[in-house]
Nanobody
């Protein structure tokens, strides 16, 4: 069973930066597509970014140029560097793993972390 644990969330002023990390255990991490999603209060969970086992990266337009996803297969972690944060980035951020195809859809991902809160103040 794959377990994912996010860390690094917190309170930051608009324009600031945060780095989220997701530690994985179990399964074959190196073969998974890893994704980050977020859910703001009263809204549906939405795609943020994903990185395949081969390093192919895809971002939602709302974060392109500000967020960077990366993975360290040796440390079995995936990170999300978030710069130039905006109030609309406030949400709970979730790490997810897909054994097969991992795109924008929540249903692509079989494993989910518990989430970490990111709050951007203005």
């Amino acid at each position: 069973q794959v377990q994912l644990v996010e860390s690094g969330g917190g309170l930051v002023q608009a324009g600031g930066s945060l780095r989220l990390s997701c530690a994985a255990s179990g399964g074959t991490f190196n073969s998974y597509t890893m994704g980050w999603f977020r859910q703001a209060p009263g809204k549906e969970r939405e795609f943020v970014a994903r990185i395949t086992s081969g390093g192919s990266i895809y971002y939602d337009d709302s974060v392109k140029g500000r967020f960077t996803i990366s993975r360290d297969n040796a440390k079995i972690t995936v990170a999300l560097q978030m710069n130039s944060l905006k109030s609309e980035d406030t949400a709970v951020y979730y790490c997810a793993a897909a054994r097969f195809f991992g795109g924008r859809g929540l249903a692509d991902y079989e494993y989910w972390g518990q989430g970490t809160q990111v709050t951007v103040s203005t």
